[in-house]
């Protein structure tokens, strides 16, 4: 690699100085970012008591919700959207239509029949119609969209893999069993807190640390 690249050179190609300083500007950002996750951990420690595991999964959530963030904005999606892209990518293969995405999203069949309009004209799905009972229709992910999510996604995929090979074989599976046991409860707690709650469970305060 030359001098110019590695932004030694003292020629007037500055490409190697900005390339430094992005990286710093990079680095600060992560740094920030890393030091608010462990003032909103701190805050919460304060209100409530855990486990560490629940807390490293907590802050696995949170990181969670940036990177969905972060890849809404890199593909184009308003988060609302790309939430949506999600359900439709993960129910594939199966009935979910604008009211069945509505449900899931927690807004009218109305809001989401036009955010479907909204993925299908910028190209991301498209809709298909039941054999047998054609005023039933699926939101189908096309293909083009699908590969530019998941290649966005696939230099983490490899980083995570690469974490993976830290551990033995033995600790790997706890850790799975873990984490799928984890995922299980989130769903759960999920399907409690979408039931309607009742008058003496909306009177109730939040039970907090002393």
């Given amino acids: 690699m030359d001098d110019a690249a590695m932004g030694t050179g003292t020629g007037t190609d500055s490409s ?3 390339t430094a300083r992005n990286d710093r500007a990079g680095n600060d950002r992560a740094g920030n970012d890393r030091a608010g996750d462990d ?18 999964l ?22 609302l959207d790309y939430a949506a892209m999600g359900h439709i990518m993960d129910q594939e293969g199966t009935q979910l239509g604008p009211a069945q995405l509505g449900q899931r999203l927690g807004i009218s069949t109305g809001s989401a029949t036009e955010l479907a309009d909204r993925l299908e004209q ?22 083009e969209a699908v590969g530019r999510i998941l290649g966005e996604l696939g230099p983490l995929f ?12 033995a600790e790997r599976e706890v850790i799975s069993r873990y984490l799928r046991g984890a995922a299980d409860r989130l769903a759960a707690h999920a399907r409690e807190l979408a039931k309607p709650a009742k008058p003496s469970d ?8 002393q």
């Fill in 202 to 209: 909306q009177r109730r305060p939040p039970i907090l640390e």
């Fill in 122 to 143: 910028a190209g991301h799905i498209s809709r298909t119609r039941d054999v047998q009972d054609r005023r039933r229709v699926s939101l189908v992910p096309r293909g």
């Fill in 158 to 169: 490899v980083a995570l893999d690469d974490l993976s090979l830290e551990f033995t074989e």
């Fill in 58 to 79: 907590r802050s696995v959530n949170r990181a969670s919700v940036s990177l969905d963030h972060a890849l809404a904005t890199r593909v184009g999606l308003r988060h």
């Fill in 39 to 56: 003032r909103a951990e701190a805050v919460e420690r304060g209100r409530m008591s855990a486990e560490e595991l629940s807390w490293a």
């Fill in 16 to 18: 190697g100085d900005d």
